[in-house]
């Protein structure tokens, strides 16, 4: 499993490889943290 360090990654791949990733639940919240840093957003997506 790679981590994903940065956003930058994440955009580096294609959307469906982005997808792919960003729905593993570990890396949802690791990206969940790198976009807000104060706190998971009030909505679910």
Known sequence: MM???STQKLKAL???ENLKIYYQPEV????T???HP???PT???
């Open 3 to 5: 981590k994903i360090h």
């Open 14 to 16: 294609s959307p469906k």
């Open 28 to 31: 949802r919240a690791e990206a």
């Open 33 to 35: 943290r790198l976009l």
């Open 38 to 40: 104060d706190g998971p």
């Open 43 to 45: 909505r679910t997506a």
